[in-house]
């Protein structure tokens, strides 16, 4: 695994998070099945999440969070040495997300590289070790990582556990360099696995060469929804979890009680509690979004982190947990100080 201790360290200037403007509540969503009113509430602990109009794509909302992140850390875009992009789903397949950010950003001439980092739901921690990594080596010293992602394009609302759960969204965070920092500054730990005997388990399988226009039409129409199997999902990430969570604590060389707070993927609010209650996690200090986020797919992560942030229950110094799952099934985490 990456030793992060001996270079210069990773430092989190500035956050920020894009909502669309529309919000669907638990009530429509309910309408919407066909559901007595309050079931939605009650089965997935969801009271509303947002929905993007046509005019709020992909790129637009990482750009509006990446202004509210640059503003934070009071720098200006043409500060950035580096701009990944880490949604689970592109705005399109060519070119990147990132690009079409760096656009957006007034930088189109700028030759600042912007590129694309995709893990599905852990994205954002696979492009956070990516630009710790960049940092450590000198080779950037301020990088704009942004997730954004429209899950409510791929719903297929004949599956219910799936339509019902996935909100919109985008959050950003730009990342600085500090060239002397103390042992125990930045990252302390980060680690991925993945276990491909539930590939099958999250999929969206329209978009790529293996479904084609030329090949199958229907099948592709039919490939452009989301398709989840929950149970199968939660089954198979449970089973690794607590043995991975231990090895990514002990590389870091922290324990449960060093953590000031958790950042878990949002998957969902009965998901959640179940990882929380499997792997002993201390409920308090767990950032919960879902209630009125949903599911947002690889902003779930850094919109819970911006959350946590903005509202002080992260501060300076202080250490957080960044955990979650994603389509594979892969596990992945961080230990890093604030």
């Known amino acids: 695994m990456t030793d992060f201790s001996r270079a210069p360290a990773l430092r989190i200037l500035g956050t920020g998070r894009y909502m669309p403007r529309r919000r669907l509540t638990s009530a429509e969503v309910d309408r919407n099945l066909g559901w007595a009113e309050g079931t939605t509430a009650a089965r997935y602990g969801l009271e509303s999440r947002a929905v993007a109009a046509a005019d709020e794509t992909s790129s637009m909302m990482a750009a509006a969070a990446a202004e509210a992140a640059l503003a934070a850390a009071g720098l200006e875009a043409s500060a950035l040495d580096l701009i990944l992009g880490a949604c689970g789903v592109m705005e399109q397949p060519i070119p990147s997300t990132a690009t079409l950010v760096q656009r957006r950003l007034n930088l189109c001439t700028s030759g600042i590289p912007a590129y694309d980092v995709n893990a599905t739901c852990l994205s954002f921690v696979q492009a956070l070790e990516l630009a710790a990594l960049k940092i450590a080596a000198g080779q950037a010293r301020k990088v704009l990582v942004f997730s954004a992602d429209i899950a409510s394009a791929g719903l297929n ?151 946590a942030i903005i509202t002080d229950r992260l501060q300076r110094g202080e250490l957080v947990l960044l955990l979650g799952t994603s389509a594979g099934i892969s596990l992945g985490g961080m230990v890093l100080r604030y």
């Not at 609302?157 to 042992?183: E, H, K, M, Y």
């Not at 209650?277 to 982190?305: C, M």
């Open 157 to 307: 609302w004949s599956q219910p556990d799936c339509a019902a759960i996935f909100g919109d969204g985008a959050a950003a965070v730009v990342l600085g360099a500090d060239p002397d920092p103390p042992p125990g500054q930045g990252v302390l730990a980060s680690r991925m696995e993945t276990y491909s005997i539930a590939s099958a388990a999250c999929r969206l399988e329209a978009g790529g060469t293996r479904i084609t226009l030329q090949s199958d039409p229907a099948r592709l129409h039919q490939g452009a929804v989301f398709q989840m199997d929950g149970r199968a999902a939660l089954r198979h990430s449970s089973r690794y979890l607590p043995g991975f969570l231990r090895k990514l604590l002990d590389q870091a060389g922290v324990k449960l009680g060093d953590l000031a707070c958790i950042v878990p993927h949002q998957a969902s609010a009965p998901a959640l509690e179940h990882g929380l209650a499997r792997l002993g996690l201390p409920g308090e200090k767990v950032i919960r979004i879902f209630a009125d986020s949903g599911n947002q797919i690889a902003s779930s992560i850094p919109s819970a982190l911006h959350e």
